[in-house]
């Protein structure tokens, strides 16, 4: 008979609850099971524990092997617990000491010979693990998620290399942290869209408060050229967003792309994505593309094309930045603080309004094409802008370019420091009081306003981001308050505003 105790941590969206790993050998005819409410990945994992005990040259007990997975009412998936359950059967049948293991969590996949194979989910694990004052035992395949967090770590490649340090013959090196450094930026530039003055003035206020932006206009006009040069100019992420959104790729199992560390993603699906997979869904349930763009920009091109359920379900997570999914066993939280962008043209056809192009779209298709997008998620918009057909000298190879990426986001920058220092969040996020606090108003823009709301029909959210989107303008220019040109320039990027009415 024989005890062993060991702990890990079980992936439940971007959360890592602790489970204790309890194997017991008891007399009677040789079994093995599994308890806890393991799914097949892990009840699979006796047949890979046995296979890797005996390829490794030790003892498999012939006795009774119980597994428990504490706690027993929270689901277990993968097979991360391999490792764990292999260590705890040699230590409770005498074969290894794992004193030194009391206050290490412990994962990884087991291959029949031996060998350690990674597993999703180590980065939030860490993590967890650092914040509880463990240390981490994990495969070399994992290294580089362990490396980026403060945790003491070790790295091993096979269980063999994991029993020689256990024994004092080969010590396992602690794995030195190592976050890469900002690279130099690849996005592409500003300058390259020509003309488009409007749509670029209103592209650097929505980065400059984080608020989303739609662009109506002909095909051809460079919608998606300013759309994809938004990460451009936002500032680069903090250290802490900056493992928030890796983490995400660490759940889907994805290699880190350190190349990009600290910028923001930016992901753009096709308008035949499903729901599940922009907000994120499947048995797991896994993250979507909403979570993967967390921190960062989340483009929607042909904004009309896609199915309407699917835009209805972003409106919450846009609210509230985050999504949850629920399933009959359980319930996974993700992030999705995202900055929407989105692109559409005018009516089906794409040209009406267009001098250059010639409109065949009636008024019935136009509502129908404009009515795939609904009023309540029109609402969490705040800045809707028409771009035009740019005039025809800008065009010439000669003509003087635009300002570059650079220029626009030090500008950007100064806004976002000087929203971090009065708010503590950037002004698109500013919830409730906090818009009355941080945005008062005038009486001059107050009479402004009221005359907006009565003229274009606007929604008390819309009224709210209008106020917001001011405050930005405001901050743009340096300007401690909010003036009535102020709240002008947000009226007037809220193009479908004025069409409804």
Request: proline share 8%; with cysteine; hydrophobic share 40%.
């Amino acid at each position: 008979m024989g005890l062993a105790i060991l702990k890990s941590r079980a992936q439940l969206g971007t959360d890592a609850p602790p489970v204790t790993i309890e194997v017991f050998l008891s007399g009677g005819l040789p079994s093995f099971s599994i308890v806890g409410m393991p799914e097949t990945a892990v009840r699979e994992s006796k047949d890979r524990v046995r296979g890797a005990i005996l390829s490794s040259q030790f003892d498999f007990p012939q006795s009774r092997i119980t597994v428990s997975l504490a706690p027993a009412d929270m689901p277990k998936t993968g097979g991360r617990f391999d490792l764990a359950i292999a260590l705890g059967i040699l230590a409770a049948g005498k074969q290894i000491p794992v004193e030194s293991l009391q206050d290490t969590e412990i994962y990884g996949e087991l291959a029949l010979s031996g060998d350690i194979r990674g597993v999703p989910g180590i980065l939030p694990a860490a993590l967890k693990a650092a914040a509880a004052g463990c240390s981490i035992l994990v495969p070399s395949a994992n290294k580089t998620e362990a490396a980026l967090t403060a945790v003491e770590a070790r790295v091993a490649s096979n269980l063999l290399e994991v029993t020689a340090h256990l024994h004092g013959a080969c010590q396992l090196p602690p794995l030195l942290q190592a976050r890469p450094e900002i690279a130099a930026s690849d996005e592409p530039d500003l300058c390259e869209v020509k003309g488009q003055k409007h749509a670029k003035r209103g592209l650097e206020i929505a980065a400059a408060g984080g608020h989303n932006i739609l662009f109506v206009g002909p095909p051809g006009t460079g919608k998606s050229m300013l759309a994809r040069r938004l990460a451009g100019i936002l500032p680069a992420m903090s250290e802490g967003e900056a493992l928030q959104t890796a983490a995400i790729d660490s759940v889907l199992g994805l290699p880190l792309n350190l190349e990009r560390w600290r910028k923001r993603p930016f992901r753009s699906p096709h308008h035949t994505a499903s729901a599940p997979a922009i907000v994120g869904g499947g048995p797991g349930p896994h993250p979507g593309e909403i979570s993967r763009a967390h921190n960062g920009v989340l483009f929607l091109d042909e904004l009309p094309e896609f199915n309407r359920n699917v835009l209805e379900v972003l409106r919450e997570p846009l609210e509230t930045c985050s999504i949850t999914i629920s399933r009959a066993l359980r319930q996974a939280e993700f992030p999705a603080d995202v900055q929407l962008v989105c692109a559409m043209n005018p009516c089906p056809c794409g040209y009406l309004g267009d001098k250059a192009g010639d409109c065949s779209c009636s008024a019935d298709r136009v509502t129908r094409y404009r009515g795939k997008i609904s009023g309540p998620l029109l609402d969490r918009i705040d800045l809707q802008i028409e771009v035009g057909r740019p005039p025809k000298e800008v065009l010439r190879a000669n003509a003087a370019p635009g300002e570059s990426s650079a220029d626009v986001a030090e500008r950007v920058l100064r806004a976002r420091q000087i929203q971090s220092q009065r708010n503590g969040v950037c002004n698109a996020r500013l919830e409730g009081k906090m818009t009355e606090r941080y945005c008062p108003l005038t009486p001059g823009c107050l009479a402004l306003l009221e005359e907006a709301v009565d003229q274009f029909n606007l929604s008390a959210r819309a009224y709210q981001r209008v106020l917001r989107v001011s405050r930005t303008i405001a901050d743009l220019q340096g300007a401690p308050d909010i003036t009535p040109p102020h709240i002008a320039e947000a009226l007037s990027l809220r193009t479908l505003d004025k069409k409804k009415s």
